[in-house]
């Protein structure tokens, strides 16, 4: 990407708690410091409003968490993800891929530390899914099964890896993937945000275009739409708040189906 290519970024932001999870255990961050804060996250529950948030720029760092653990520690998990990112923003800006990794090392000790020494966190985690601009450079970083996706000319690619023990099953050769649907612990991550031991995060940098479009959400989207269906709205609109508002619609039109938090940024590369 260079500066001939792009020229601004139009971004929207989406989270919802789905149709049947009494917890919101997901998180977002895009710049201007915006994510779901502790208060937030109490009103999402009492709630069936979406929360919305919105950056226009040329640089920045946007993520999608989603926490998982006993009761309330996943949203303390994402949470502590999120913030993160804020109190850290300019490192994150700071182009290095060596720095991307050991910044989420030290985020994973720190949230490991944490359910180390509160009751009822001590398996409580989050994943993390990453996309930083800055300088005209792109990186993914990312860890867990929420994903990031380029959407270009019409055509929908998922740009992670989901880090499950489904996706360990299929590279090894020992399932395909059309079987997966049998094995019950196909969505077991076993690389997350609270994870012992030293974590490495995906990271590369990769190519965008003005005039693609990237896409970062959490499993809810994926566990209830079809690539199909996520692509069938993509082409209907250009404008991000719009297609974040027709894929949540989308997901609670699935009733039982949607059981999961659903969290979903849309960035316009311009």
């Known amino acids: 990407m260079n500066n001939e290519s792009c020229k601004n970024l139009q971004v929207s932001a989406i989270s919802n708690i789905g149709n049947v999870r009494d917890n919101h255990e997901d998180n977002l961050f895009i710049p201007n410091k915006c994510y779901i804060d502790e208060e937030l996250q109490k009103n999402i529950k009492s709630s069936q409003n979406n929360i919305v948030f919105s950056y226009n720029g040329k640089s920045g760092v946007f993520a999608v968490c989603d926490g998982m653990g006993g009761h309330n520690a996943g949203e303390i998990a994402s949470r502590m993800a999120v913030e993160y990112i804020k109190n850290n923003y300019d490192s994150f800006l700071k182009e290095d891929d060596k720095q991307l990794l ?43 099964d929420s994903r990031i996706y380029k959407y270009v000319a019409g055509n ?31 969505k077991l991550l076993y690389k997350y945000l609270g994870r012992k031991g030293e974590l490495v995060a995906d990271c590369e940098k990769i190519d965008v275009m003005a005039g693609e479009r990237l896409l970062i959400a959490s499993d809810g ?21 719009e297609v974040c508002n027709n894929l949540i619609d989308k997901c609670l039109e699935k009733k039982e189906k949607c059981a999961d938090n659903v969290t979903i940024i849309i960035i316009n590369i311009e």
């Open 102 to 144: 050991n910044l989420i090392k030290d985020l994973n000790n720190s949230i490991c530390e944490y359910g180390d020494k509160n009751i009822g966190c001590s398996n409580m985690g989050s994943t993390f899914s990453s996309i930083i601009i800055s300088n005209n450079k792109v990186y993914l970083l990312h860890v867990g």
């Open 156 to 186: 929908l690619t998922k740009l992670s890896r989901d880090h499950t023990e489904g996706e360990r099953l299929v590279d090894a050769g020992v399932v395909k993937r059309e079987n997966l649907d049998k094995f019950p612990n196909r």
């Open 221 to 241: 989207l994926s566990d209830t739409l079809s690539t199909d269906e996520m692509l069938g709205i993509l082409k209907e609109s250009n404008e991000p708040k």
